[in-house]
């Protein structure tokens, strides 16, 4: 089978969910034996996906350059001749749906829950969503039809951290007696609602604020306004920015639970990764984060846009932090039994499947 992965992000940040589900799924069906290319911006997306030895196809973020980036698909088709072109953004499967699904069937995945743009929307041949409520989405916003619909939840992969990375972390910041670390993992973006964060970090108590340091592990646009609020409100010494990291892996195993402040998801890879990696996570009860967590069992959700809401979640961890142990064991389970990343893989091949059978 002959697979051309599309997508278009902003590559002047780090990858994000759709990247990192793009390139695992790409990685994968290599390994499997079949023959994969991408069209994609340049980016670092682009850059791990030719050091695995995947041809790229380099097209443009930038709305003008539409005709630049029509024609270098038009080209990348012809000449590889794929059996699907699997897209991962809206805009690629809008010129895919429109100009190249004569050539081969066209899959949009969508990722989040999204309200703009409706009368523009193409699905291709096929939407995969990567949750009930992104599927629902699709269906009463978009008004996809049912049928054209298949739900593929994310997965992620056990991380493998490097003991070298571990210890040279140890070193750079030593954890003191009696500290948990919180890791946030995701862009610093409105979405994930890290304002929120902060100022509850600040509401609470200095003792309280003392036993808690948070890792964001992310770059974003908003990063100038979240670290002059921290500033203002004096709670630097509790905040650690570390950018665009790839010591994710690491930092799952060196945290004692992970935090997510986000306002929208559709199915989010940090929590799914915090379960692969052991942890408990303290979320907002958000559509997409409430179907994967499980309140008390695998962490704690509490209300969205609401930052004495987080900060009373940041207490019942303080209060009871063997907790996050007895959480992060049942999050594994979870995780094992239900998130399992060969599951996913052959759910996205039998979605291939069925459109070349339909061809």
């Excluded at 990192?20 to 069209?39: C, P, R, S």
């Excluded at 899959?107 to 699905?123: A, C, I, Q, W, Y």
């Excluded at 939407?127 to 008004?143: C, G, I, K, P």
């Excluded at 996050?324 to 499947?353: L, P």
């Amino acid at each position: 089978m002959k697979i051309l992965y599309t997508h278009l992000y902003d590559a002047s940040f780090g990858m994000g969910g759709a990247e990192k589900v793009l390139l695992d799924l790409a990685l994968a069906f290599k390994d499997k034996g079949e023959t994969v290319e991408a069209a994609v911006n340049q980016s670092r997306l682009a850059e791990k996906l030719s050091d695995a030895g995947i041809p790229v196809t380099r097209i443009y973020w930038s709305k003008p350059r539409t005709f630049h980036t029509l024609h270098r698909l038009k080209q990348a088709v012809a000449r590889f001749q794929p059996d699907i072109i699997h897209s991962h953004h809206r805009y690629t499967t809008f010129l895919s749906d429109l100009f190249l699904k004569k050539s081969a069937p066209v899959l949009h995945t969508e990722h989040v829950l999204r309200f703009d743009k409706k009368l523009l929307f193409r699905t291709g041949d096929l939407v995969t969503a990567v949750h009930e409520s992104v599927a629902q989405n699709l269906a009463d916003y978009f008004r996809v039809e049912p049928r054209k619909i298949i739900t593929i939840p994310n997965a992620v992969k056990k991380p493998e951290p490097g003991p070298a990375r571990m210890n040279a972390i140890r070193q750079r910041m030593p954890k003191k007696k009696g500290e948990l670390w919180a890791l946030f993992i995701g862009r610093l973006e409105e979405q994930k609602g890290h304002i929120y964060l902060v100022d509850a970090v600040a509401a609470l108590n200095s003792s309280e604020r003392d036993r808690l340091r948070f890792v964001l592990a992310g770059d974003g646009s908003l990063e100038p306004m979240l670290k002059k609020r921290v500033a203002e409100l004096g709670v630097e010494e509790n905040f650690f920015f570390l950018g665009h990291t790839d010591e994710v892996p690491e930092w799952l195993v060196l945290c004692d639970f992970v935090v997510l402040s986000s306002l929208w998801e559709g199915m989010p890879l940090s929590v799914l990764e915090a379960f692969s990696a052991s942890k408990a996570v303290l979320a907002t009860d958000i559509p997409g984060t409430r179907e994967v967590m499980v309140d008390q069992v695998t962490g704690w959700l509490v209300k969205a846009k609401d930052s004495q809401a987080f900060a009373e979640g940041l207490r019942r961890v303080l209060s009871r932090p063997e907790n996050a142990v007895t959480f992060g064991a049942n999050a594994y389970r979870r995780w094992e039994t239900e998130y399992s990343f060969d599951v996913m893989i052959e759910r996205y091949r039998t979605a291939y499947e069925s459109l070349k059978r339909c061809r």
